[in-house]
């Protein structure tokens, strides 16, 4: 049975991000409904009760988020739509700001109506040129047909919503990172607490979501909680789009329910690995998470089924490696990244994430030493719950997942003082 | 004030609820080590060698940032928690270039004290091999990144305390660094040399060319005073060693400064290079020549006891010293004056902290970024908090960039009606104001709080000792005393056929006197002195004039002997 497709249902239609398309595929309802229908608290309640988690990789409850908003209504709130889709790995977020920056707008009115914020901001990756074209038209759009500004529908409701770009920083999608580079400074993560419910942008109490958790929110509203918490697991409710990408015959977005097995995605809907060859290794939920084998591929992709496991569904991210990569040539470029993305404010992140590439290069360029399989893991455990953000945590997966899987071809690097998969 | 209990090491606390693990530690004696914590600066947490273990919290905890609650039970110095921070140092040793022996904090450095607490007896990785470039382009400091460990105390210094906004880093990762403004030299920057970061950095990454290999804190010795480089008179430490002034820091309990100072008082005074005058000089057939005391004191007493006699006297000088002046030349019938004038308060008279509080700050006729330099820093920080500046200057005032409002004098009123609006006005003014403006500062009265800065650090000490003020050049005698110690007083001389100058450099001054006797310098004696709010504060003598220098009032005390004068 094929799934019937949510938030990509509108993707594949010509001209599918203007406002005329999305309208006459029923676009704005959800709005309409929530605004003439329903109290703030009812929709904070219904989202509650969707199950619904965050699609950005932490998985927060997205109710549980929206209920710790002061209720206040003479408190300036925000709400900020985090479109710094930069998690390696991962497209869903550009696809749906492109293909349908609509839905995303509307489920932000909704949010906001129910948190009582009159305020929204964008702040979007500054490399994605064309959703930025894609997010200022649909917003014009939405300003001109009364989806915002002031009195929207006429439900005595007002909201406005603009949009920020980024400058091409990794740590900008860590929420309180991406705060600070909205208020035009350096882009570095917050202390917390406080969190940004209590203190966010410009210090007020702000709304963080990411694009897809927003894409949620309209069709929870029409077709209600028990709806959406029908499709996938206990835990994690919801469909979601998994992003197909690495040695696989048909990459790209697929969206299923929550649980479907790493299997079915990678061998039915991406069409298996590339000339028939062996899956080696496969990353569940973007550069982050630590890696899989092909013998956990009957793991359902939910949030408490790869916790369990020791990785992550974090983005939704799927990289799949078949048996012709080089595992530490893997784990050096995925390293490389972090150690190139750290803000440099901790040291554990700023000097430890370059030490990892130093000791990873060195193997690779068959000068490792004895010992060095030991030096990576003891970089791992230093750096790992000590970073000021949770991107230190992240920087250290790659290696740490690869010598825990393939310690073998770790130490055959040493040995031979060169890289066995290179000729 | 609430307090909570909790467990440190097993020692039972009762530590101030709000506060953090680590305040509550060094409250109760703990030593828990930091780099990128300061007292005087927002907690920061990135260091992470404050590290601690929290019973029921999954990770180790920063000490500096994470607060107290009931029942918590902390262990600083687990198994666990002295890898991390081994981990921590071992790291920022293989980052720049920690080679301490060659460095001149060596003895003093925060870092190279934790590698010693942590028994780092090797370099697990290996070190950085390409120098850094060393930014030397400031008169007074250099900036060497080589030793610098990224902790952003002097980045939060420019920002929070200075609020200057100099300092900031640029590029991310293990390529970060220290920059000045948009990534240009730190001479060619915003930065006013007040020199707060120098005295945060915990390394040897911010060094002043004073101090440098000049002592480490076990040969130098510390003594509290007050800055008298102008009349808000910062706390400040001197530190000096075998009687020379090695340093100056802002002294962090002060109440006045809180630690901040300027480039006046950081600075300047250990470049001062003018040549001391060490013993009497007597002026003989138009040259000065040194002489003993008894001779050239019996030769002033002679000239003093004539008829037309003005004195003049600096306002660096102590109020012990104003009284004396003013008893001596008093009963000599002298035209006395002190070098300074006070500036207007037509209401309430306020004190520097009010600047904390105000919503809108007006400033009248006053440079802050020349003078009175850390009122400018009060009155930057102020602006950032969100009060707003209505400038009455000219149109190069130094604060005009953080002025929300910024007229001439001859518009001045509409600002003066503006800040009778708000809730809580400051008016911050200048000394020698044109009468206009004090003028127009009367609706103010009675619901501003004013702030005059004086010019001359002590005037309000002379006035209190009754000496008049004046710019110092309308004294007009047949002979004329100026005691000038340490300051660049300018007097023309007016026709006066016999000028004595009490003086501690040569200079214009010593150059038209008849007579010169050498006076101390600030730092050579003690006192008190009364800043621009009113409040009397202490100067210590820290160093020990040279052998021939008498205490200026010693000085003034045996002329009066001299003359037969009972004061």
């Given at each position: ?423 | ?271 001062d290079d003018r040549q001391r005058v060490t013993q009497p000089l007597v002026r003989r057939r138009g040259l000065l020549e040194p002489c003993e005391w008894d001779e050239a004191l019996g030769l002033v007493a002679e000239k003093l006891s004539g008829d037309s006699l003005a004195a003049l006297i600096t306002?660096r000088a102590?109020?012990?010293t104003?009284?004396q002046f003013?008893?001596l030349f008093?009963s000599l019938g002298a035209e006395m004056a002190?070098v ?132 110092g050049g309308e004294a007009s005698a047949r002979v004329l005393y100026i005691l000038a110690e340490d300051d660049r007083l300018h007097i023309p001389r007016n026709g006066a056929g016999f000028v004595v100058a009490q003086a501690s450099y040569v200079g214009p001054l010593t150059d038209m006197a008849d007579v010169v006797l050498p006076a101390p310098i600030?730092?050579e004696q ?18 020990t004039p040279p052998e021939n220098v008498w205490p200026t009032v010693k000085v003034l005390k045996t002329l009066a002997g001299r003359l037969n004068l009972?004061?």
């Amino acid at each position: 049975m094929t799934f019937e497709k949510i938030l990509l249902r509108n993707v594949e239609i010509p001209n599918s991000e203007k406002i005329d398309v999305y309208l006459k595929r029923g676009g704005y309802q959800a709005l309409r409904k929530a605004l003439h229908e329903h109290t703030p608290d009812e929709l904070v309640e219904m989202v509650k009760a969707s199950g619904l988690r965050g699609r950005g990789g932490a998985g927060f409850p997205a109710g549980l988020k929206w209920s710790f908003m002061p209720k206040a209504a003479d408190v300036t709130k925000y709400v900020c739509v985090n479109t710094d889709e930069g998690e390696p790995g991962t497209f869903k977020d550009r696809l749906l700001v492109e293909r349908d920056p609509h839905s995303i707008i509307e489920g932000v009115a909704i949010a906001a109506y129910a948190v009582g914020a009159h305020r929204a901001f964008v702040y979007i990756r500054g490399e994605f040129f064309t959703g930025v074209k894609r997010w200022m038209k649909a917003i014009d759009d939405a300003y001109a047909r009364g989806f915002l500004g002031a009195n929207i529908l006429g439900s005595g409701f007002d909201l406005d919503l603009s949009v920020h770009r980024g400058a091409g920083a990794y740590i900008c999608g860590e929420e309180t990172a991406m705060l600070e580079s909205l208020e035009g400074k350096r882009g570095e993560p917050r202390l917390k607490p406080p969190y940004p419910a209590q203190v966010g942008l410009y210090a007020r109490p702000t709304l963080v979501h990411n694009v897809e958790t927003l894409a949620c929110v309209p069709h929870i509203v029409l077709r209600g909680p028990e709806w959406f918490a029908s499709i996938g697991t206990e835990d994690s409710t919801g469909p979601k789009i998994f992003c197909v990408s690495g040695d696989v015959n048909r990459p790209g977005n697929y969206e299923l329910p929550l649980g479907t097995p790493l299997r079915e995605i990678i061998y039915e809907h991406a069409g298996g690995i590339k000339e028939g060859r062996q899956l080696k290794a496969v990353i569940p939920g973007g550069a982050s998470t630590p890696m899989l084998t092909a013998e956990h591929l009957d793991v359902p992709m939910a949030f408490e089924t790869l916790h369990a496991i020791g990785t992550m569904l974090g983005t939704g991210g799927i990289t799949v490696m078949d048996e012709r990569v080089c595992i530490v040539s893997a784990a050096l470029r995925l390293t490389r990244f972090f150690a190139h993305e750290s803000c440099g404010k901790c040291t554990p992140c700023r000097v430890g994430t370059q030490r990892l590439v130093d000791t990873l290069q060195r193997i690779e360029d068959g000068r490792g030493q004895q010992g060095d399989i030991e030096r990576l893991l003891s970089l791992c455990d230093g750096i790992a719950g000590h970073t000021f953000c949770p991107m230190g945590d992240a920087a250290v997966n790659p290696t740490l997942s690869s010598i825990k899987h393939f310690r073998h071809e770790y130490e055959v690097h040493i040995e031979r003082h060169r890289c066995p998969m290179s000729s | 004030m609430t307090k909570v209990q909790i467990t440190i090491d097993g020692q039972k606390i009762a530590a101030e609820a709000g506060s953090t693990v680590l305040e509550a530690a060094r409250e109760a004696g703990l030593d828990i080590p930091t780099l990128c914590h300061h007292p005087a600066l927002s907690n920061w947490g990135a260091c992470r060698i404050c590290l601690v273990e929290i019973e029921r919290q999954r990770a180790l905890q920063t000490a500096c940032t994470f607060p107290v609650t009931e029942g918590m039970v902390v262990h600083t110095e687990s198994e666990k928690v002295v890898a991390a921070r081994k981990f921590v140092l071992q790291l920022l040793f293989s980052e720049r270039n920690h080679y301490c022996m060659y460095c001149q904090m060596s003895g003093d450095c925060e870092l190279q004290s934790l590698a010693y607490r942590y028994g780092l007896t090797e370099w697990p990785y290996p070190r950085p091999v390409e120098p850094l470039a060393v930014d030397a382009t400031r008169q007074y400091f250099v900036m060497d990144h080589n030793r610098c460990i990224l902790c952003r105390r002097c980045v939060r210094a420019c920002a929070e305390l200075v609020a200057n906004h100099t300092l900031g880093v640029r590029e991310r990762g293990i390529h970060s660094m220290i920059t000045a403004d948009l990534n240009v030299p730190m001479g060619e920057s915003s930065c006013i040399q007040c020199g707060t970061c120098l005295q945060v950095c915990p390394t040897g990454a911010l060094m002043d060319l004073k101090s440098a290999y000049r002592g480490r804190e076990t040969q130098v010795e510390r003594t509290r005073s007050t800055c008298v480089g102008c009349s808000i008179g910062c706390g400040i430490e001197l530190v000096s060693r075998a009687n020379h002034l090695v340093r100056i820091e802002g002294d962090w309990d002060a109440e006045v400064n809180k630690g901040l100072l300027c480039v006046v008082g950081r600075f300047e005074p250990l470049f001062d290079d003018r040549q001391r005058v060490t013993q009497p000089l007597v002026r003989r057939r138009g040259l000065l020549e040194p002489c003993e005391w008894d001779e050239a004191l019996g030769l002033v007493a002679e000239k003093l006891s004539g008829d037309s006699l003005a004195a003049l006297i600096t306002t660096r000088a102590t109020n012990e010293t104003m009284t004396q002046f003013g008893r001596l030349f008093r009963s000599l019938g002298a035209e006395m004056a002190a070098v300074g004038s006070l500036a207007p308060a037509p209401g309430a008279e306020g004190r520097l902290t009010d600047l904390a509080e105000a919503d809108v700050i007006l400033v009248v006729g006053a440079d802050l970024k020349k003078d009175h330099q850390v009122a400018g820093a009060f009155v930057r920080r102020a602006v950032d908090r969100g009060a707003r500046l209505a400038l009455v200057a000219d149109a190069d005032n130094g604060l005009a960039s953080y002025a929300t409002w910024h007229v001439g004098f001859d518009q001045m009123d509409s600002l003066v009606g503006m800040a009778a609006q708000a809730s809580r006005p400051v008016v911050v003014c200048a000394a020698d104001l044109p009468a206009e403006a004090e003028a127009a500062l009367a609706p103010l009265a009675g619901k501003a709080s004013f702030l005059g800065l004086s010019r001359g650090s002590n005037s309000r000490g002379a006035v209190a000792a009754g000496l008049p003020l004046s710019r110092g050049g309308e004294a007009s005698a047949r002979v004329l005393y100026i005691l000038a110690e340490d300051d660049r007083l300018h007097i023309p001389r007016n026709g006066a056929g016999f000028v004595v100058a009490q003086a501690s450099y040569v200079g214009p001054l010593t150059d038209m006197a008849d007579v010169v006797l050498p006076a101390p310098i600030w730092a050579e004696q003690s006192g008190h002195v009364t800043n621009t709010e009113g409040r009397v504060q202490s100067v210590q003598a820290a160093l020990t004039p040279p052998e021939n220098v008498w205490p200026t009032v010693k000085v003034l005390k045996t002329l009066a002997g001299r003359l037969n004068l009972a004061l």
